[in-house]
């Protein structure tokens, strides 16, 4: 699979901006959004082959709106970013259905290089990706605890 749209969703401007610039030399940047709910309209809208969405945002966090992408018909591949390489952000957002994850400061070599590594495993199959094992929805009612816990909300 061809990874030509990607949809940037991050609460902080300069964030979507420095992602942004990393992106858009090799993939057109279709929308940006600054919370989970928008994020999750603008997929519907401008359908997207890729969504960089950060965990920690106002609204809807990107656990909620991680959820909701991939409850939809035919998702796009999901890339969660997170401020510091936190282990439990990260294994939460897999278990949801997260594709992959970068983390911040972003590097530019770190962040095409997992859209890369996603693109190719596109190519030899879905097989090779970790697919989840009930709907996404229901996970994130599962791990909501935990997720309140994660964010600093318990």
Same mark, same amino acid.
């Given at each position: 699979?061809?990874?030509? &749209?990607? +949809?940037?969703?991050?609460?902080?401007?300069?964030?979507?901006?420095? +992602?942004?610039?990393? $992106?858009?030399?090799?993939?057109?940047?279709?929308?940006?959004? !600054?919370?989970?709910?928008?994020?999750?309209?603008? =997929?519907?809208?401008? %359908?997207? /082959?890729? =969504?960089? $969405? /950060?965990?920690?945002?106002?609204?809807?966090?990107?656990?909620?709106? @991680?959820?909701?992408? &991939?409850?939809?018909?035919?998702? #796009?591949?999901?890339?969660?970013?997170?401020?510091?390489?936190?282990?439990? &952000?990260?294994?939460?957002?897999?278990?949801?259905?997260? %594709?992959?994850?970068?983390?911040? #400061?972003?590097?530019?070599?770190?962040? $095409? /290089?997992?859209?890369?590594? $996603? !693109?190719?495993? &596109?190519?030899?199959?879905?097989?090779?990706?970790? !697919? #989840?094992?009930? /709907? #996404?929805?229901?996970?994130?009612?599962? @791990?909501?605890?935990?997720?309140?816990?994660? +964010?600093?909300?318990?």
């Amino acid at each position: 699979m061809m990874i030509k &749209k990607i +949809l940037v969703v991050d609460d902080a401007k300069f964030m979507r901006k420095v +992602l942004t610039d990393i $992106l858009s030399d090799r993939y057109e940047v279709v929308g940006e959004a !600054e919370n989970g709910e928008e994020g999750v309209k603008k =997929v519907k809208e401008l %359908d997207p /082959d890729l =969504v960089t $969405l /950060d965990v920690v945002m106002p609204k809807m966090n990107g656990f909620e709106a @991680l959820a909701q992408i &991939k409850s939809m018909d035919f998702p #796009p591949l999901v890339v969660m970013s997170t401020s510091v390489d936190q282990n439990e &952000k990260i294994q939460i957002a897999k278990k949801i259905g997260a %594709d992959g994850y970068i983390t911040k #400061p972003f590097k530019e070599g770190k962040v $095409l /290089d997992t859209i890369e590594k $996603l !693109e190719k495993e &596109k190519e030899v199959g879905e097989e090779k990706r970790e !697919e #989840p094992e009930e /709907d #996404p929805l229901e996970t994130l009612n599962k @791990l909501e605890e935990e997720i309140e816990e994660e +964010l600093g909300m318990a």
